[in-house]
């Protein structure tokens, strides 16, 4: 006899893995870039308000414990640098953070780094999160060979092309992640969360109640509601796989007036209207020149063994 409750298994199955595939987005970066590509790509639903993120998918996103109490995220830009709000340093020392880097689970990772000094943008206002931004100079630079750590790309993006308009442009799809809240007043997930919004106008009735510099901040959700960062998420990347199939740091989750509201559009820091200052502490060039003179230095010293011995 046929088993037709089988045959009807299969076909939902299929019918179920049709669906979820055409509703998801594969993200394949460029491995031979130096920055904004990690080791698996990336594949995010467009269906869901948020999802777990799978392993090395995003090796530059760190959880960062504060004071053994709260959470924020923050993204690696250099071996020696993390970009972070400034809200999430607000009130604490170095000393009190701890930096979890290489892993989807929360406060856990292949490398964890203590803090030497927290740079916090000095116009920072804790009223208006205008300028919410902060630079974290690690205690010891992290071991880039590490297949779970890399870091993502900060923005390459003229003057004229910030005062012209709002960059990213608007409708732009965005992905962040991160651990915060998986609803309004909800528990935080061990598992790193990811999801997929677009960057809104600034004029736009969701966003325009809360933003008070266009220039340094910008808005991302959807229209109905149902997908946002939330409690927790500050700190984290807001990012933007670009032309050149890298993933750049386009914002730092900052606020929100409650989370997926359909009333209300997250807040982030427009990370492209501080690359000068962020640059200015984190230069990743200064890093490849340290490594640069370190080669250097052991060629001489070889040279000069060499020349010893052959004597």
Not at 81 to 90: D, F, M, N, Q
Not at 101 to 122: D, E, F, K, L, M
Request: proline fraction near 3%.
């Amino acid at each position: 006899m046929i088993q037709y409750g089988h045959i009807l298994q299969f076909f939902i199955l299929v019918l179920f893995t049709i669906i979820r595939s055409t509703h998801q987005t594969v993200y394949t970066c460029n491995a031979s870039a130096s920055c904004g590509c990690s080791t698996n790509s990336a594949t995010v639903s467009r269906i869901v308000g948020g999802e777990d993120a799978s392993s090395a998918t995003w090796g530059w996103a760190v959880s960062i414990s504060i004071a053994n109490s709260y959470l924020c995220g923050g993204s690696i830009v250099s071996k020696s640098w993390v970009i972070t709000a400034a809200h999430c340093t607000e009130g604490f020392t170095a000393s009190q953070l701890t930096i979890y880097a290489g892993s989807n689970t929360r406060w856990t990772g292949t490398q964890t780094r203590t803090v030497s000094n927290i740079y916090t943008h000095p116009s920072y206002n804790s009223s208006t999160y205008v300028n919410d931004i902060a630079a974290l100079k690690l205690a010891s630079p992290l071991d880039m060979s590490d297949p779970y750590v890399s870091s993502i790309c900060l923005p390459s993006v003229s003057q004229a092309t910030l005062s012209a308009g709002e960059w990213p442009p608007v409708g732009t799809n965005v992905v962040a992640v991160g651990w915060g809240r998986l609803s309004e007043g909800g528990s935080l997930p061990s598992t790193m969360q990811q999801v997929t919004v677009q960057t809104i106008d600034y004029r736009a009735s969701t966003c325009n109640q809360t933003m008070a510099n266009w220039y340094l901040q910008f808005c991302a959700g959807v229209s109905d509601g149902g997908k946002d960062t939330c409690q927790g998420d500050s700190g984290g990347p807001l990012m933007m796989f670009n032309g050149n199939n890298q993933w750049v740091l386009v914002g730092v989750t900052s606020s929100g007036i409650g989370c997926a509201r359909a009333a209300y559009s997250g807040m982030y820091t427009r990370v492209a209207a501080y690359q000068e200052w962020i640059q200015s502490y984190t230069d990743a060039a200064n890093d490849n020149k340290v490594s640069m003179y370190q080669l250097l230095f052991r060629l001489v010293i070889s040279s000069f063994i060499y020349m010893i011995l052959s004597k």
